[in-house]
């Protein structure tokens, strides 16, 4: 099995930028672009940052691995969760907020499959 990454964005409206009509603030995400996929048995699965990317936007990758593999989320990054299903894959999902320029997302499968 290969180690996948995918990767795409959120926008986040600022909670105060949107008032409901009760007066509390509210917001919306709402996807941006088209997730970036890798398929294969690299170690630094890698993809690019989807089009449409803009600063203060939330980056999600999601990467796929065997159930005996150490999966690291890319430097800087927070790591939502770490499961695995059953014992035929281990998935790890990893988020960023957009600070500067970014091209693409590598992130770590020991051992690769």
């Known amino acids: ?7 795409f964005t959120v926008s986040v409206v600022p909670t105060a930028a949107v008032a409901s009509t009760s007066g509390t603030a509210t917001a919306s995400p709402a996807v941006v672009g088209t997730a970036e996929t890798f398929s294969g048995t690299s170690g630094s699965p890698t993809t690019s940052v989807p089009t449409g990317t803009t600063l203060g936007d939330v980056l999600l990758s999601v990467i796929e691995g065997p159930p005996i593999a150490v999966i690291g989320c890319p430097f800087g990054w927070t790591q939502e969760f770490d499961t695995a299903a059953g014992t035929a894959i ?24």
Do not use: F
């Open 90 to 113: 281990q998935i790890v999902a990893c988020t960023d907020v957009v600070l500067g320029a970014v091209a693409s997302v590598t992130a770590a499968v020991s051992p690769p499959s």
């Open 1 to 7: 099995m290969g180690a996948i990454v995918a990767a």
